[in-house]
């Protein structure tokens, strides 16, 4: 055929090809090895959407509730649900809404969360009102880290009760469950303001405690064997061992600052084993584990109380971070201690996502600048999701698990 016979090559279209994604089922038996790969088309037609080819997500404990529907933070309505909560890329597809509305536009790094995110994949659909910049030079695995662990860490610090209850320096700061990649984010950002911290988390993760992420003193995971002695300024408690957090409140000084009900993994942990049908893994009950919470965090409910914008930035906190002003969810004093919060990331993002741009901001700032490095434990691909989830339930990680496809 001659030359002029010949068909010329049609231009190559980036979403002309099936692009596979990971979706979890959500069926009677959820285990990891539920996951499957499909194969979708990212929504190029919407004009308010947003497509983003994903460089870096992560694989969370979080990622693992959902997939399971223990996670209380919404009520699933439609399944399958992509799994990842989290990711950062940069925008392939871009709707002439979502240019104008967010001031968005192809080729531009972003990040988002969201706990139906569908971040463990290639391509994601994503509404524009949840993206937030992330600067060219940072790492995709270690900035994503930040979009979630670090974000909540800092509003935990900084935020959760109020301009006078945020960390400072020479503070005493007790974390639990600081192997935890939020505990772990707690404690470097604490060290960062010059606090003093007590890393609270299995004997095996001890050594790794103190000498990578920099925690000045270990404590075993269980309250009831710390010293009587012990007096902090802030205690954040990520594990709920207790079932009760009146009881970690003999721990806080007279002059305690707070202390802050962040999530209770081991009675998550002890759902998990019971949906799993291993019996003999459970932990051993005790006093405080009789029962398990059946309200919120701890068997607390808790009463938000949203913070007006003008109020946050009313005065210069002085510290590594002067940008944090005063509470992002802070709560309504309860009866028996008025120094007693909750924090949920999922819910304050939603009541102020104008803080949680500044915050992500302020952090990748950090994170350019070297000051703060996030702890990965390893990489997976796509392929690898349904392990990485395994690894994840059995935990004793060092390390945040990065999904890079």
Not at 332 to 361: G, H, K, V
């Amino acid at each position: 055929m001659s030359a002029e016979g010949q068909k010329s090559p049609r231009k190559r279209n980036l979403f002309d090809e099936i692009i596979p994604t990971y979706i979890p089922y959500f069926t009677n038996s959820t285990e990891p090895s539920l996951i499957e790969l499909v194969r979708i088309v990212p929504n190029t037609s919407r004009r308010s959407g947003v497509v983003v080819e994903i460089e870096a997500s992560t694989v969370s404990f979080t990622d693992c509730m959902i997939r399971r529907n223990l996670f209380s933070a919404f009520d699933f309505a439609t399944f399958p649900v992509t799994s990842g909560v989290d990711c950062v890329g940069r925008i392939s597809y871009c709707g002439d809404l979502a240019q104008r509305r967010g001031n968005l536009k192809v080729g531009d790094r972003v990040c988002c969360l969201y706990p139906l995110l569908g971040g463990n994949a290639r391509y994601a659909s994503l509404p524009a009102e949840y993206l937030h910049r992330v600067p060219d030079s940072v790492h995709p695995g270690e900035a994503v880290c930040l979009v979630r662990s670090y974000l909540a860490a800092i509003q935990i610090l900084y935020r959760s009760g109020g301009m006078d209850k945020k960390v400072k320096k020479n503070h005493r700061v007790l974390v639990t469950g600081s192997n935890g990649n939020i505990g772990r984010a707690v404690v470097e950002l604490s060290k960062r303001a010059g606090a003093a911290v007590y890393a609270s988390c299995k004997i095996e993760h001890r050594e790794f405690m103190l000498d990578v992420i920099g925690a000045d003193e270990w404590l075993n995971e269980d309250p009831t064997t710390w010293r009587d002695n012990l007096s902090v300024d802030i205690i954040i408690d990520c594990v709920c061992f207790t079932g009760n957090p009146k009881y970690l409140l003999r721990f806080l000084g007279r002059n305690g600052v707070k202390l802050v009900n962040v999530g209770n993994s081991r009675g998550l942990k002890r759902k998990m084993l019971k949906q799993m049908q291993h019996a003999g893994e459970l932990y051993d009950i005790d006093e405080f584990l009789a029962e398990e919470p059946s309200t919120t965090f701890c068997g607390i409910q808790f009463m938000p109380k949203v913070i007006k914008k003008e109020d946050i930035y009313k005065q210069d906190s002085g510290s590594l971070f002067p940008k944090i002003g005063t509470a992002m969810h802070a709560v309504t004093p309860l009866p028996f201690r008025s120094n007693i919060y909750d924090y949920n990331l999922f819910e304050s993002i939603e009541q102020r996502q104008d803080l949680m741009a500044d915050d992500l901001s302020l952090l990748f700032n950090l994170l350019e600048s070297g000051i703060i490095r996030p702890a990965i434990a390893l990489e997976v691909g796509l392929h690898e999701i349904q392990q990485a989830q395994e690894l994840v339930e059995a935990g004793g990680l060092q390390g945040a698990v990065i999904c890079r496809p």
